[in-house]
């Protein structure tokens, strides 16, 4: 075999060394593909991107801004293999450069899984082990259930592919508990070599497609919602440290006396209740935190510049199981999460009903806050 691996081998070299000859570009670009490295024009296009988006400052669901961002990188990046398991128009996979592989037209960049989830990912497993590909392929978050093995098998073999998870939470409202995600994103983020980004708006969104491209030594699932976001405002420190995973948001005009850590859609209600709490007089910092897995292999310097060791005070907010991030916020803090599954109702009704609001945060904060002051 080995001998006979060398001939094959051998041959084929000689045989790229004349496509090299003939065709000298199209061989650099195949080179470049297959080692994984991305065009020239990459750093350029995604800053110049960036910068629109924030400009923008647009109130989408993040599965639209999502699609803003292949519409974006997809005419540099030729390598995308986009995909989705029956749900195309709902993750907002599909853009308009978007080409559908079948028996007719082999040469397009879109395959149409249907709904087979966990074939999907291996299959995405198996284009980026092939090399020359950056898969990504879409479905609801709940139904990365159906995908486990290959998810994982993905973190294991530290593969570039990208799952793109969108109806990340409650907020999908009527299709009720079997749709809507509680212990999924903990599953996730506890896979080892897994990169998870839950962003809050379209201008985390870019940044977090942008990270996922970049990786190369291990997969990255992107949970969008369904519903529009704000877009929240930023300096120009937290834009830049959108990158590290998790970032000061909103900060104080003296050390903060609270922590208010949130994801995704919980975002803007964190900054809601802040802005009550800072009426009342209470000093509080609000952390977005996208990508704990990111965030966490920044410096213990940036760690503690962020959420500072002293201030015990903390809330973390995520429409979903709450038990992960004890971590962060400690047996001091707590947590305003979900232990149970959802309700078939509107969006902001499973919300309130569920306790994922303003008030409740306001009213958390203001126990944590006099009870750890002694009142």
Same mark, same amino acid.
């Given at each position: 075999?080995?001998?006979?691996?060398? %001939?094959?081998?051998?041959?084929?070299?000689?045989?790229?060394?004349?496509?090299?000859?003939?065709?000298?570009?199209?061989?650099?670009?195949?080179?470049?593909?297959?080692?994984?490295? &991305?065009?020239?024009?990459?750093?350029?296009?995604?800053?110049? #991107?960036?910068?629109?988006?924030?400009?923008?400052?647009?109130?989408?669901?993040?599965?639209?801004?999502?699609?803003?961002? =292949?519409? !974006? +990188?997809?005419?540099?990046?030729?390598?995308?293999?986009?995909?989705?398991?029956?749900?195309?128009?709902?993750?907002?996979?599909?853009?308009?450069?978007?080409?559908?592989?079948?028996?007719?037209?082999? $040469?397009?960049?879109? @395959?149409?899984?249907? /709904?087979?989830?966990?074939? %999907?990912?291996?299959?995405?497993?198996?284009?980026?082990?092939?090399?020359?590909? @950056?898969?990504?392929?879409?479905?609801? &978050?709940?139904?990365?259930? +159906?995908?486990?093995?290959?998810?994982?098998?993905?973190? %294991?073999?530290?593969?570039?592919? @990208? #799952?793109?998870?969108?109806?990340?939470?409650?907020?999908?409202?009527?299709?009720?508990?079997?749709?809507?995600?509680?212990?999924?994103? !903990?599953?996730?983020?506890?896979?080892? *070599?897994?990169?998870?980004?839950?962003?809050?708006?379209?201008?985390?969104?870019?940044?977090?497609?942008? /990270?996922?491209?970049?990786?190369?030594?291990?997969?990255?699932?992107?949970?969008?919602?369904?519903?529009?976001?704000?877009?929240?405002?930023?300096?120009?420190?937290? &834009?830049?440290?959108?990158?590290?995973?998790?970032?000061? &948001?909103?900060?104080?005009?003296?050390?903060?006396?609270? @922590?208010?850590?949130?994801?995704?859609?919980?975002?803007?209600?964190? %900054?809601?209740?802040?802005?009550?709490?800072?009426?009342?007089?209470?000093?509080?910092?609000?952390?977005? =935190?996208?990508?704990? $897995?990111? #965030?966490?292999?920044?410096?213990? !310097?940036?760690?503690?510049?962020?959420?500072?060791?002293?201030?015990?005070?903390?809330?973390?907010?995520?429409?979903?199981?709450?038990? +992960?991030?004890?971590? #962060?916020?400690?047996?001091?803090?707590?947590?305003?999460?979900?232990?149970?599954?959802?309700?078939?109702?509107?969006? !902001?009704?499973?919300?309130?009903?569920?306790?994922?609001?303003?008030?409740?945060?306001?009213?958390?904060?203001?126990?944590?806050?006099?009870?750890?002051?002694? *009142?």
């Amino acid at each position: 075999a080995k001998e006979k691996g060398t %001939m094959v081998s051998h041959a084929l070299q000689e045989k790229f060394k004349a496509y090299q000859h003939e065709y000298g570009e199209l061989a650099s670009e195949f080179e470049r593909r297959l080692q994984g490295e &991305l065009p020239n024009e990459w750093l350029e296009t995604t800053e110049l #991107f960036l910068q629109q988006t924030v400009a923008k400052a647009e109130s989408n669901a993040t599965r639209k801004a999502s699609q803003n961002c =292949l519409e !974006a +990188y997809g005419p540099i990046l030729p390598e995308l293999l986009g995909g989705s398991a029956d749900l195309a128009s709902s993750n907002n996979t599909f853009w308009s450069g978007s080409q559908a592989i079948s028996h007719a037209q082999q $040469d397009g960049n879109y @395959i149409y899984y249907g /709904v087979r989830e966990f074939a %999907m990912s291996a299959i995405m497993n198996g284009l980026a082990l092939h090399g020359g590909f @950056i898969p990504y392929g879409g479905t609801f &978050l709940v139904f990365c259930d +159906y995908a486990r093995n290959a998810v994982r098998l993905a973190a %294991m073999m530290k593969q570039r592919v @990208i #799952f793109v998870y969108t109806h990340d939470s409650i907020g999908l409202g009527e299709d009720g508990p079997t749709h809507q995600p509680i212990e999924h994103a !903990a599953i996730l983020r506890l896979t080892p *070599n897994m990169s998870v980004w839950r962003p809050c708006d379209s201008v985390e969104t870019t940044v977090a497609w942008q /990270v996922a491209i970049e990786r190369s030594d291990g997969p990255t699932s992107l949970l969008f919602s369904r519903q529009k976001l704000p877009c929240q405002s930023r300096d120009e420190d937290a &834009l830049r440290n959108i990158r590290r995973g998790g970032y000061i &948001l909103r900060d104080c005009d003296t050390p903060p006396e609270l @922590i208010l850590i949130a994801t995704g859609s919980e975002v803007d209600l964190a %900054m809601q209740a802040s802005e009550i709490l800072q009426q009342q007089g209470w000093q509080v910092r609000v952390v977005s =935190l996208p990508a704990v $897995d990111v #965030f966490s292999a920044q410096s213990e !310097a940036y760690r503690e510049s962020v959420l500072p060791k002293s201030v015990m005070a903390r809330i973390a907010v995520e429409a979903a199981a709450g038990d +992960y991030w004890y971590k #962060f916020v400690g047996l001091h803090g707590a947590v305003i999460g979900l232990d149970r599954f959802g309700e078939s109702a509107p969006a !902001a009704e499973v919300f309130q009903s569920l306790g994922i609001t303003v008030g409740h945060i306001v009213e958390k904060a203001q126990a944590l806050l006099e009870g750890l002051n002694g *009142n």
